[in-house]
């Protein structure tokens, strides 16, 4: 997408009484029925503005769904109906390392408005290095978080700077950069 969409004066974020072209892009975008095209057009215009972007993936929810049927430890989930949101998300997370992704439980009082007990999301800008093996790896570690209380559902924190049996079993830089793996999921 051509950069020269964006005026100066809205790439600056400056007050503006021109039409944006940015933004007329945007509304046409809304009327076509390509769906992938679309949401590549509309997600470039989103960071072109400076607009944070997060989407449900239903790939993750396919990927969890693997690895929860995979590993036994994981069948409370489906006992007990714990509801888990997946989301990519283009932010780019940093605190003092690198963040790949999270798991979040979901207050109480946004549950009349999400239908979730827990929100997985996977930070693209952060992950998008990691391979196929590696993704399955980081989907098993947001799992681990969720465990169950005495009052119901609740967030696991790592037991040492990560979950030790991941460490155990693949080794402490399993999210190296290029760092081959073996498929935990079990293969197709």
């Not at 409370?76 to 940093?94: A, D, L």
């Not at 040492?160 to 830089?173: P, Q, T």
């Amino acid at each position: 997408m051509a950069t020269d969409l964006i005026c100066n004066k809205c790439y600056l974020k400056k007050e503006c009484e021109l039409p944006c072209n940015a933004f007329e892009e945007l509304y046409k975008i809304y009327d076509e029925q390509n769906k992938k095209d679309k949401t590549i057009r509309v997600r470039n215009l989103k960071r072109q503005l400076g607009i944070r972007d997060a989407e449900p993936s239903n790939e993750l929810r396919y990927l969890a769904t693997k690895i929860i049927n995979r590993f036994p430890e994981f069948a409370f989930i489906k006992e007990w109906n714990i509801k888990i949101g997946y989301v990519i998300s283009q932010e780019k997370k940093r605190g003092e390392k690198i963040i790949f992704a999270d798991c979040r439980k979901v207050q109480e009082v946004f549950k009349a408005y999400l239908p979730f007990d827990f929100i997985i999301t996977f930070y693209e800008n952060n992950t998008g290095f990691l391979n196929e093996n590696q993704l399955k790896i980081l989907m098993y570690h947001e799992l681990k978080h969720i465990g169950m209380g005495e009052k119901g559902p609740k967030t696991i924190p790592h037991d040492i700077e990560d979950f030790s049996d991941i460490l155990d079993k693949y080794g402490l830089d399993w999210n190296a950069f290029g760092k081959e793996l073996p498929d935990i999921s079990g293969g197709d």
